[in-house]
């Protein structure tokens, strides 16, 4: 009896350093695996790395735009006088509808130009509650004058209706008058101008809307804002040191052309769809969003020309390579280097 329990004993003493191995390795496993999770690269993190397309730049072709609107004295505009500042350097027809349907509008403005011209020049079918007769204008040379536009004291009120509304108060076409429609249809041919004016239904202060480019080929372009730095008078203190090195300087850039990012190079491009211009060729290329607004970056066009034969500063090798994510091997050594304390000089 005796012989037989100190068997069962062995036995059980035997199965329990079993037990014990065995709980060894599994918490020695569960360490090894919550290492690597906190370390993030042998199985990954709820971080997913994607890799993000190169930013395109856009084709865009230079338009000479022969004339400009803008409002003078806005704050004191009504619709018994608005002033209308015009820039030409060709010979223009201007004309001033009031209380103008939103969408026969922009039907007009999708039109093909003969159509455009048609129906807001020669004649008008806007559904406008007032038309104003067509103003000419013979321009010698490159001049901007003030234009007075009121509602006539006979009209009668303008039923605009309360905000939002679907009327214009005031849209000011102004198309040239010379032969290039035949010699390029690319040129601008009008400027729509559609200016809201304020009154005791809309506390809005009178501004411009929108302004809309028409060329020849039927092609309309919605003039858009550019956004750069502010001028200011601050200058940027020279880090060079003040002894003579025999080495040329570097160009000084004004402090509001310099990128916004580096402060070094000059901005060359415009991002979109934000429009700002604040950085660089080197810094945009490290950027997915926006330094100014954080809006993402989804394409951008020049400003400015660019030195195409200057290497990219994120690549040693001039062009950016893709980045490919790390393998499964790299990651391990990665991770198993840090874990001895051995600094990756890859």
Known sequence: MVAILTAVLMTAAEISNIFSAVGVVICF??????????????????????AQPPIAQMAYQKVEVPFSVGLHMAQDASFSDVQIKVRSQVNYALRSFWGVPSERLHMLLA????????????????????????????????????????????????????????????????????ASQETDDSRVGALIAI????????????????????????????????????????????????????EDEEEDIPLEEACVVCQIKRTTRALLPCRHVCVCDSCCSRLDNCPMCRTRILAYFLVAPEDSTSPRQDHPGGEADEMDPPSAWHRFSGTVNRMMGIENNQ
């Open 111 to 178: 039109a093909p130009w003969t159509g455009f011209f048609l129906h807001l020049m020669e004649e008008p079918s806007v559904g406008a509650e007032v038309v104003d007769e067509i103003l000419r204008e013979d321009v010698t040379e490159s001049a901007e004058s003030v234009k007075h536009i009121s509602l006539a004291p006979d009209a009668p009120d303008l039923s605009l209706g309360s905000s939002p509304r679907r009327k214009y108060p005031l849209v000011v076409c102004v198309t040239r008058c010379d």
């Open 195 to 246: 200016i809201h004016i304020k009154d005791g239904e809309c506390q809005v202060p009178t501004c411009i809307l929108h302004q809309y480019l028409k060329q020849y080929s039927g092609q309309l372009t919605k003039l858009e804002a550019l956004y750069t730095q502010s001028s200011t008078t601050t200058t940027r203190e020279s880090t060079r040191p003040e002894e003579n090195t025999g």
């Open 29 to 50: 496993i569960c360490m090894v695996i919550f290492i690597m999770r906190v370390q993030g690269d042998m199985f990954g993190t709820s971080v997913v790395h994607v």
